[in-house]
């Protein structure tokens, strides 16, 4: 089925299908450059819906939005699973990449770097849902217990019912509705993310620039923090610390900094991907050099 043409959804961007069962959205650069970016949504979203405010990047990047399997444009299947969307991801790495991943996308992201170290620019984490790796705090061991629970209990739900429990009555539902409906179905059979075995040491010793933004989470409904943010606070700086990244908390954000403060990441991957630049160019004899298209002071 073509979900495209079922929304009725116009892209504003050249759209390519790849050899994989992918849908990806390409937004070039004006410019020719020798790197890409590749932005991985997190679950009960599809790309465009998840990375709008990003667009403004391909000002800079080559970007490509990837709807994951089951999501967006993409084809279903049976079951969303973290590992086969890695390799997904690692089939559009034909150069060298700068990945950025949010909650169940920033699983996807580790595990993507971890198999293709040669071609990892950058790595951009953003309220990854990598709770395992923090599994012996205490508050995400007892976030993890409630997940469970949560999750053996929304089985008898059914796409809608999920996807309005999840969202609540004072959240919009992404449009459009039968993108939205479709999200929460191969949520529903999603292979939980929170549960992967990451190897997040292997990256440690990986020299390529790597950031983990998290929310502050100040802002949100203090049930919605107690039960999920506080948890993913503790594991983005568990997170940050295993992989050598530095940490970034995004003040008045929760889940979803990229889209609640959407200048303020966009300038920080900007200084990530530029910072890859440097590195890069030093590795290879370059002299450390900031390339034209490249280079900014930011003060935030």
């Known amino acids: 089925m073509d979900w495209l043409q079922l929304a009725g ?86 150069r060298p990449t700068h990945l950025v991943g949010h909650s169940y996308g920033g699983v996807v992201a580790l595990l993507a770097a971890v198999r293709r170290p040669e071609l990892l620019r950058s790595l951009a984490l953003i309220e990854p849902s990598a709770l395992a790796v923090a599994a012996d705090h205490p508050v995400v061991a007892a976030a993890l217990r409630n997940n469970r629970r949560y999750v053996a209990a929304a089985r008898s739900m059914s796409a809608e019912e999920y996807l309005l429990a999840a969202y609540g009555a004072d959240q919009p539902v ?48 203090p049930d919605y923090r107690s039960s999920v943010g506080e948890a993913l606070i503790v594991t983005a700086g568990i997170v940050a610390s295993r992989i050598g990244a530095r940490l970034h908390r995004v003040s008045g954000a929760d889940h979803a900094p990229h889209q609640q403060r959407p200048e303020q990441v966009n300038r920080l991957l900007l200084q990530l991907w530029d910072e890859a630049d440097i590195a890069a160019s030093a590795r290879s004899g370059g002299g450390g050099q900031v390339p034209q298209t490249g280079g900014r002071r930011i003060d935030d």
């Open 174 to 221: 992404p449009e459009p509705w039968e993108f939205a409906v479709r999200a929460a179905g191969t949520a529903l059979r999603e292979r939980p993310c929170w549960e992967a075995d990451l190897p997040v040491d292997a990256l440690r010793s990986h020299d390529c620039p790597k950031l983990v933004l998290a929310g502050t989470w100040e802002t949100a409904q």
């Open 9 to 94: 959804q116009t892209l504003p961007s050249t759209t390519v299908r790849t050899m994989l069962p992918l849908h990806v959205t390409t937004w070039d650069a004006p410019h020719a450059r020798d790197d890409q970016v590749i932005l991985i949504h997190g679950t009960m979203t599809w790309g465009l819906a998840a990375f709008a405010a990003q667009q403004p990047l391909a000002g800079h990047r080559r970007i490509l939005v990837v709807d994951r399997r089951g999501f967006g444009a993409s084809p279903d299947t049976e079951q969303s699973d973290y590992d086969v969307d890695a390799d997904d991801i690692v089939g559009l790495m034909d």
